[in-house]
């Protein structure tokens, strides 16, 4: 069992930047993928960027490409996200999701979400 704890999320002006992290216990996190997954209002839940165990694969979504960054730090136990020159269009909420398996269609835990707002 993992249990997964987001932060960071706040309000933020276009343009700016925010550091999401994502807390890992449980199980040591360093056997799992890990990814962020973002859910705006009265929007679908869409994939953001995905990290392997060891933090040398990732892949993002289009939409952020270039803008936002995942690593983690086993060490720590946490995944992050940093997201620079945010727009109105990522507002929503992001939440952390890990599982044993690489890219899993479906991941087998989650964290309860944070709420970033990105102000025009």
């Known amino acids: 069992q993992v249990q997964l704890v987001e932060s960071g999320g706040e309000v933020v002006q276009a343009g700016g930047s925010l550091r999401l992290s994502c807390v890992a216990s449980?199980?040591?996190?360093?056997?799992?993928?890990m990814a962020w997954f973002r859910q705006g209002p009265g929007k679908a839940q869409d994939f953001v960027a995905t990290?392997?165990?060891?933090?040398?694969?990732?892949y993002y979504a289009d939409s952020v490409k270039g803008r936002f960054t995942i690593s983690r730090d086993n060490a720590k136990n946490t995944m992050y996200l940093q997201m620079n020159n945010l727009k109105p269009e990522d507002t929503a909420v992001y939440y952390c999701?890990?599982?044993?398996?690489?890219?899993?269609?479906?991941?087998?835990?989650w964290g309860q979400g944070t709420q970033v707002t990105v102000a025009s």
């Open positions: 990290i392997n165990p060891s933090g040398s694969i990732w």
């Open positions: 449980g199980r040591t996190s360093s056997d799992y993928a």
């Open positions: 999701a890990a599982d044993r398996a690489w890219l899993p269609r479906i991941y087998t835990y």
